[in-house]
């Protein structure tokens, strides 16, 4: 069973709780991950893991602590100057995922344009539901949507993040593609030492 990641707009503050985008709420000793050239990774999201328990049974994911996940999503999200990830894995540097089992003390990491404007698209609140294990969609667990051509890239791994695309943000992946952060199957719950990434296309 995958877990489905509905959004929604928010009034309220979502500081410390899940959103989709926004600003990251990190601890103190986390930085705001950044490519190789120094640029900052796109934030897509925090995930709190208490809030997914009840949807993970077999206890796939620590059921408490925080998820955060960034990658090189410009190019994706409308900027066509910008680096490109390409299709299959991508390249370490261009991705990556935080985990913390504390969430006390977290602070927000903002980040503005010259002009003031935050440069982040505004946060979205997060609620969860179930969803099929490898459907279409935006989701956590499961197996990628698109698996065929890409038995062997996918052998021994399962998906952790599942994004699809989104008109009203902008996001596309080439030709109807999708982005799957992966973990290997066997591995203890909070080991996210080796996450990849991969881009999944028709």
């Known amino acids: 069973m995958a877990i489905k990641i509905n959004f929604h707009s928010e009034t309220e503050d979502l500081a410390g709780k899940s ?71 991508w390249e370490s540097g261009t991705f990556d995922v935080l985990y913390s089992e504390d969430c006390t003390n977290l602070c927000t990491h903002e ?7 935050p440069a982040v698209l505004p946060a979205e609140g997060i609620t969860f539901g179930t969803a099929d294990e490898e459907t279409f969609g935006f989701r956590l667990l ?3 949507a698109m698996t065929e051509g890409y038995e ?11 994004l699809d695309e989104e008109e009203r943000w902008g996001l596309r992946f080439f030709d109807c593609g999708t982005v799957n952060f992966m973990l290997p199957v066997t591995r203890q719950p909070d080991d996210f030492s080796e996450v990849s990434l991969h881009l999944h296309s028709s």
């Open 142 to 144: 499961g197996m990628p």
């Open 19 to 89: 959103h989709w985008w926004g600003f990251p709420d990190l601890p103190e000793t986390f930085e705001w991950p950044c490519r190789a050239d120094g640029d900052l990774l796109t934030f897509i999201c925090q995930i709190r893991l208490e809030e997914i328990a009840g949807y993970d049974p077999e206890g796939m994911l620590p059921h408490k602590g925080m998820l955060w996940f960034f990658a090189d999503l410009d190019y994706f999200m409308g900027d066509l100057d910008a680096p490109c990830g390409g299709m299959g894995e």
């Open 111 to 117: 980040y503005y344009w010259e002009d003031g404007e």
């Open 152 to 162: 062997n890239e996918n052998d021994g791994l399962m998906s952790l993040l599942q």
